[in-house]
């Protein structure tokens, strides 16, 4: 099994930026889908965007496309989720996950948390104005 941990939270003002890192570790095998997702206090966790590290296809949820670019690094086994543009509600702890098996990468455009099977411990983001 392999781990995920995040990092790069941290307080913003609206129309600011935030990089977020998504750092892998252990025997991956052949998983190959990582996705961001993120839960705001009292709401339910709600997908952000996926990666296909194979071949690099994204996907966005309609909300922050255009917004947030998620992206990969291989040889730093690092997934990042840029956040620009920031409002008050990104507002959220954030989480990457990854699912365990293979993927191709149509099916890796998928945003349901049920469907990733390892999670980091998340990474707090407070946007002020």
């Known amino acids: 099994q392999f781990r995920l941990a995040e990092s790069g939270g941290a307080s913003a003002q609206t129309g600011g930026s935030l990089r977020l890192s998504c750092e892998v570790s252990?025997?991956?095998?052949?998983?190959?889908?990582i996705g961001w997702f993120r839960q705001a206090q009292g709401k339910e966790r709600e997908g952000l965007a996926t990666?296909?590290?194979?071949?690099?296809?994204?996907s966005y949820v309609d909300s922050v496309k255009g917004r947030f670019t998620i992206s990969h690094d291989n040889s730093k086994r690092t997934v990042y989720l840029q956040l620009d543009n920031l409002k008050l509600e990104d507002t959220a702890m954030y989480y990457c996950?990854?699912?365990?098996?293979?993927?191709?990468?149509?099916?890796?455009?998928?945003?349901?948390?049920?469907?990733?099977?390892?999670w980091g411990q998340g990474t707090q983001v407070t946007v002020s104005s």
């Open positions: 996950a990854a699912y365990s098996g293979f993927r191709y990468p149509a099916t890796c455009a998928n945003f349901s948390p049920p469907d990733f099977n390892v």
């Open positions: 252990g025997n991956t095998g052949r998983s190959n889908c």
């Open positions: 990666i296909h590290t194979g071949g690099g296809r994204t």
